[in-house]
Every structure is written in structure tokens, then in C-alpha cells.
């Protein structure tokens, strides 16, 4: 029974109406120890008559052992597995120990939760509740995390607790609980103390804590002890009261994690106990077991601590050691952790054991787990050579787990002079990969470089990839770093069919012709005479990946790199082409670590393609991937990206929104984020901001990078605006040289315009011709508009105002159909200012109410994809995926699913 908590059980209330509705939602509450969180999940769970509920509670113990959560909370549904699409279905059986095979992606896992979820819900609605999150195991937290984020329109409520000091899981609605009012506090005492002679005690002992107004008139506590002190005491008094047995046997309950009633009578029996010595802790409502259901329970949570707490450290040890005998081989994470903590000193079996269940842990995807498990094995190993191999062992597990400060803890432990190269260099891989997190991109290129300087002669394979990684790193370095990393990778000595030697070739023929920017004696002159679209080797994009196929590259990971770095040369249409492919294969194959990178390049590709609807989709979808798979440095590159979709379509808030964030987040955003706000101005008329913006990103030291090359043409428009175009002359000499090694129509097209900015009247309009005539021969809907605008305005300045009408009429067309709205308003000023009405804008409109993710669902689903495909390749449940089609059909025009293929080439 409650006492008051109306305005919670009011939140409560309106949580489980939503979901019954359709309106999938979440409530994180958070109080103090006893404040009565569990009674309210209690109650959530008692008010949803004919749901199906799913419980989970975290236990202190159990928080370093991977899934342990989740394993609760979907035992009663195991049975439903077999509906969820294959990948998933796989992925978390694996997860769970189900099934053998590798593990599957965190983010696999974490979609497989949500189909799970609605799928259940298809049969009626559903709550799931957690109880105790802060000891949540870390990979179950974050599976619930990226299901709950993606919940939508499913019949799904989902109901978290945990302590004031718990975790803050980012984009869900809290709800403070706080102590009961005085009249509330007084009412529940009264029903559980009635004959208690000084209630005015414990009511002030207790401060509206409900567990303390119930387990302080047991005690005879007082004073101003905290909440969490106060029913410390008064537990660890009713415990003192018991029997020595009694106390033998919670100690036995508390230790063991999992509430199994088997596992506890089994360990029990071993200790010389029996069920008569539990008792008088049952009398007193300490324990419960429940036969039945093959569980046992206590009262509060914070009995665990208490019992654990206050037991002698031989006691423990016995315990520990009792409940390793009673563990079957299913639980051999939970055995080798119980022998591990029952050791007194070094131990080689109980490493062994413990390294060796780490190892299984790790193939489930548990790798936070396996990563404190490799860990508590190297400091009980006697061997040295074995501690230090487990370590490494715990590095790579906190890596693959994301928690690179914690692998740069172990690894800068660990790290001696004395090691052997293969250790030292994974200790620095790891040191490396934490630096680069936090944007120290100068050591952390120096740590990867020595990394894979120390293995290169008698590993070259692996010291490629780790030399691969330094580019990468190189690239928000600088250009003396980029060559530095390009020249040590050329020079590795890889085995003829090594599947990164076509990779390797082609990042040099991609990225090497930056070293003619470098200043005299900068270094990097080794690849400074890569030339044409082949470069170094005459090798293509293309030509990479087939040669990487086949000789057994794993893809996608090999290729993310040399994909990316087709953008920086210009190789636009065959990055557009890869990473099409790429993101495909990663999607099937449940590649989603990979995700947040390739779909970044293939917003890029098609921004440049002039596909702007589509490049926001991708943008925005990679953008939530990113977030939710903890990637800062694609966050920030996406939200620079985003700035720049926002200046395009001259949304000012947004665009600055997004440039902030970028910056907010490191340097790998920041060239996008000051692309977008120099357009914007640009766009807006305010030439001299404008001016500002892109001087100092393509004049900066990043001026090699992809949006700071391309932001030329802005710059030089800019600059002839404020009758300053000798300013640009070096970033306009370097673009077209830029343009010449790309041998892309579209990029000579650029120089054209730029050239024809600057020129005098008698040669500009040849220059403007010439321009859009390359323009036809690679269109790109974006820059031959801007082109056919600028060179309407020149013809309506020479008074040519009757041959202005043909190139801006095409212009503002063409802008409008891209969301363009700034240009396009530029454009038909200028139409009007030729005495022509301007001409009305095409069907393009009827799509541009559309969010991009109801866009993508609706590209889809004219392409014929189910609800159900539509859901697994965008991180969706199908119930969400309709609730988007049927928003999106008035917006449309349409009526119904067969009618969408007729709005396909609009989208398109």
C-alpha cells in the first residue's frame, strides 16, 4: 500500500495510458536508498492488469557480469526469440548464452531488445521494469538504453530506478522522488508500528524515508545518521539478533547473485545448513524463498551490503568458496569469480579459470565484463608472462567495449620498458585510441606510430593496420603528420597477398599529392609525385576494393578508411558508389560499430551528387547511431555536417546550433561546422561575415581537408562581393591545382566560375559558358545552379536582362527543388529585377514537409520493403515504421502504401 505519492503515481498513471495508446514512453525514477522506488515499480506493475510484465533488478555483486540484466528480464520470453529477423535473433542468443558463435554488435543486440519488445506488444501492451540500475551490468544498460531511445509508437512502457548517485541515461524523463509529507510518513508508521510508544522519534529519525519508518521501530537506532546510515543500523541489528547459523545462511543468499533457489540451497546443504536454520530470518520477513518460482528475495536490496559488510573476512571467503562448488558449467563467468574472490594470495588456477571464463564472456560480447574479469586474473596470476598477456587481454576488451579510459588506465599500468614489442605495442595501440577520444591528436599519432614502429619488422600485417589507424589519426594532426604516416605505411614490408596492400596503395595515391602543399623541408617529399586518378601504384578506388576482396580484406572495416579518403582527391561518384555497398554489407552483417563512419561518408557523396534529402536522412541517422554507440568523433563531425545542410536551406538557428555542437566536441567538426556558417552569411548577403568564415578555414592549418577544399568557391564569391578577390589568389591557385589532379569535369567546372568571377567583363562570359558546358557533362544540381546564378546576375548587370531570365529562371528552379530557399529568393529577385515574373516552383514542394526520417522510411517503402525490413535497417521497431507512413501520407498526398511509388522520383 502507498502512502501519498500522488503526483508520482499521477506520472505513472499517464506512462502506462500513453503505451496502452500507442505512445511508447519511459520514466527513470531516482531517490535516495528506501525512498520507496521499488514500491512504486510494485505498484506501476499491480496497476497494469493484463500487461505483460517483465522485471529485472541490479545487484551490487552481479554488476561485472555481462547481461546479467537483461538474462532476467527476458527469461519469461525466451520462448519468442524465434520471430525476430535472423541477425538479431542470432546476436542475441549468442549475447545471452543460448547459442555458440561469435558475438554480435552491441547496437545488433540492443535492436534485437527492441523488436523483442514490439513484438510482444503486438499481443498486448507491455512493461518492463528495472529496478536498481545503478548496478546494472554496463552491456545490459546499454541495450536497454538504445531500445528505449528507439521506442515509438509501440504499445511499450518502460519504468527504471535507481539511487540519486546512479547513472543519467541521457534523453530520458526523470522523476525525483523525495521524502513523504509529515501526515503520509505518520499514517505508514502508525500501520506498521500501531503499539509504538514514541512515534515522534522515528519520525524524525527516518525524514520521510519510507524503508526507514518501517525497519527503525525494529532497531533502536536514533540520531542524525543519513538515510543510507540509519537503515544500515537498523538491519545490521535484527541481523545481530539472529542465530549464528541464520546468519551463515543470508550471508550464503547475499553472495549469491542470480536469487536462484537451487544454486543457494545446494551451496547451503554444502555448508552443513538446512532449511530450518532460514528460519527465523523469514519470521522477521528478512528472506523470502519462493519454491515455485525457484527464487529468493530480500526485503531491500541494501541488506545485501549490510550482510556482506558486516561478515568476518574468514566467513567470506568460505562462502565464496561454497558457492563456486555449487555453480554448474552453465555458470562457469560466476564460478571462476567466486573462486577468484575466495583466493587469499596469488592463485594460478583460480587465474586460470577466471581468464578462461573471461574469454567466453568476451566471445557473447560481454566485453566489459571480460575486461574486469582478464584484469582480477593478471593481478592472481604467479606467472608474470601470463599477468601480462591477460592485461593486454583486458586492454583489447575495454576497447572493444568503448571505454578507452579505462583501457588507457590498464594499458599505462602495465606499460615497461622491459616488455616484449608485441605487448608494448598493444599497450600504446590502447593509449593511442584514448588520446585520439579526447582530440590529443599529437600524441596520440606519436603513440601509434612507436606502436607499430616496435612489431613492423616481424609483424607487418597488423602493424599496417595499426599504421592505417595513425593516418586516420594524422588527418586532424596535420599535413607534415599525414605524409609522416603515409611514408612509414608505403615503406612496410607486406607479404605479397596481404589484403591491405591494395588499401595501402591506394591511400597513398588518394592522399599523397597533399605533401606538394607542404612547405620546403616539411617532410613527407616520399610521396609528393603521386599524380592523375591512378596515383602511386596506378591503382583506383575501385580497383582497392576489389584487389582487398579478394585477397581476404575484412570488410567493411579495411575499406572505411580508403572510402573516406576517396572524398579527399575528388573521387566523389566512386565513394558514392562504395559506401552505398558498404553500408549495405555492414547492415546485413551487423557491422553497426562501423555504421556512424560509412554513413557519414555517404552523406558526403551524395550532399556532393546533389542529393541533399538524402544526405540529411543519412546524416541524421548516423548522427543517433553515433550518440548511441559512444563515437565522439563522428558525433562532431556530424553535426558540422548538419550545419552545413541547415545553411544550404538558410535555417539560421539550426545551422548554429549545429556548428556550436561541433566545435563543442573537438576539432574533427569544426571544417564542416565553418563551411556552413561561412554560407549561411553568404547566403543571407552578409559577405564580409561570410569572408571571415572561410578565410579562416581554407587559409587555416586544416586547409587540406575535405570541406575546407571545396569551401574555395564560397571564399573567392565572398571575397569579389567585398571587391577583394586578390585576397583569395593562394587558395584559388591551390584549389586548381587541386581541380587538375582531380580531372573531374565538375571540378574544372568550379575554377571556371571562380575564374570568371575575377575576370573582366570581356572574358568572363566565355569563362561562364565554359563552366556550365562542363556542368553538363557531370551534373550536379547544386553547383550548376549556383553557376547559372551568378552568371544571371552578370548578364542582368551588363543590362542583358532578356538573356539573365533563361540561366536564373534555371537557377531558381533548381533551388527550390533542393530546399534552397535563400538562393532560390536570390534568384527570383533577380528575375524580377529583369522584368519576368519568376517561374513557379515545381512538385518538389509536396515532399518538403517531410522529416528526414519519415523521408527514408517512405524511400523505402516505395521501393517495396515490409514494415519489418524498414524497422531492422534503420534501428526501428515495424510499428514505429507505420506510425511514420501513415504522418507521412497527407503530407504526400497520398492515400495508401501502393500509392507512394508515384512520389518516388520527387523524392529521389
Known sequence: MLYGRGTERAALDRLLADADAGRAGALLLRGEPGIGKSALLDAAADTATGWRVLRAAGVESEARLPYAVLSQLLAPVLGELDGLPGPQRAALERTLGLADGPAGDRLLVGLAVLTLLGDLAEQGPVLAAVDDLQWADPESAAALRLAVRRLGAERVAVLLATREDGPEPAGLPELPVGPLAEPDAARLLAHHAPELADPARVLAAAAGNPLALRELPRASADGELPPDGRLRLAYHGQVSRLPGRTQRWLLLAALEETGEAAVLLRAAEESGLDAADLAPAEALGLLRVDLAAGRTRFRHPLLRSVLVDRAPLADRLAAHRTLAAAYGPGEPLRRAWHRALAATGRDAQAAADLAAAAAGAASRGGHQGACAAYERAARLSPDPALARRWTVAAVEAALEAGEVERAERLALAADRPDADPVTRAHLLFARGVAEFWRDENASAHARLTEAATLVAATHPGPAARVLVQAVHVAWYDGLPAVTCSLDTLTALPLPDGDPLEPVVRYLAAALGPLARELPAGAGGAGLGGAEGSGGVGGVTLGEAERAARAAGAAVPVDLVLPCGAGLVPGHDAEVLDLSRRLVREAREGGAFGTLPTLLFFLAEAELFDGRPASAAEHAAEALQLALDSGQPLWTGQLHGFRAYLAATRGEAEPCREQAAAAFARGGAGAPWARWALGLLDLGAGRA?????????????????????????????EAAVRLRRGEECAGALARFERWAEHADRPWARALVD??????????????????????????????????????????????????????????????????????????????LDATGAPAASGPARAVVAGLTPQESQIVRLAAQGLSNRDIAAQLFLSARTVGHHLYKAYPKLGVSSRGDLAEVLPALS
Not at 581554407?698 to 575546407?708: I, L, N
Not at 571545396?710 to 573567392?716: F, G, Q, T
Request: charged share 30%; glycine share 6%.
Open 688 to 716: 564580409e561575415d561570410a569572408h571571415g568564415h572561410l578565410a579562416a578555414l581554407t587559409g587555416g592549418p586544416f586547409g587540406y581537408q575535405v570541406a575546407a577544399v571545396r569551401a574555395v568557391p564560397d571564399l573567392v
Open 753 to 830: 566560375r571562380c575564374r570568371a568571377l575575377l575576370a573582366p567583363d570581356e572574358l568572363a562570359e566565355e569563362l561562364y559558358l565554359r563552366a556550365l558546358a562542363r556542368h553538363a557533362e557531370q551534373p550536379r544540381p547544386w553547383e550548376r545552379a549556383r553557376t547559372e546564378l551568378l552568371y544571371g546576375e552578370w548578364l542582368r548587370r551588363g543590362r542583358r536582362k532578356a538573356e539573365a531570365r533563361v540561366p536564373l529562371r534555371s537557377a531558381e528552379q533548381a533551388l527550390r527543388r533542393l530546399g534552397a530557399a535563400p538562393w532560390a529568393e536570390r534568384a527570383r529577385l533577380e
